[in-house]
């Protein structure tokens, strides 16, 4: 009759290099996985933007259309709106970016090990 041998393998504390480590890629991936919904949230964006374009101009005349838009109040609402669209726009972009760039200096900057730091 055969025995059955039982391995154990001993697991080393993880140090705080290791941590640290795992810290950065979780981060590194976070980072891709928010690009990555960006990208699909703008592809969606543009979409539902044509189909309401094409929605418009299938339900509204041309004739009615070019009337609204000569109107003083509708001219000045839709330049209002675009500084307004063109704010939140840059201020969302230099977020975005500011956050990425955060992202990257902690995951892929190179760093000395920690011994080295504490050595004096």
């Not at 960006?38 to 009337?67: F, G, H, N, Q, T």
């Not at 970016?97 to 955060?102: G, M, P």
């Amino acid at each position: 009759m055969a025995k059955s041998v039982r391995i154990e393998t001993i697991e080393e504390p993880t140090g705080v290099e290791d941590v640290t480590r795992s810290v950065r890629e979780l981060a590194r991936r976070t980072r891709e996985l928010g690009e990555s919904v960006a990208d699909v949230a703008e592809r969606e964006l543009a979409m539902a933007i044509r189909i309401s374009a094409r929605v418009r101009d299938e339900v509204i005349s041309e004739s009615k259309l070019a009337e609204a838009r000569q109107s003083p109040l509708s001219a000045k609402l839709r330049q209002d709106a675009h500084e307004i669209v063109d704010v939140v726009a840059d201020v969302g972009t230099v977020l975005a970016i500011s956050t990425v760039d955060l992202f990257q200096n902690f995951t892929d900057e190179r760093r000395p090990p920690l011994d080295r730091l504490t050595e004096s």
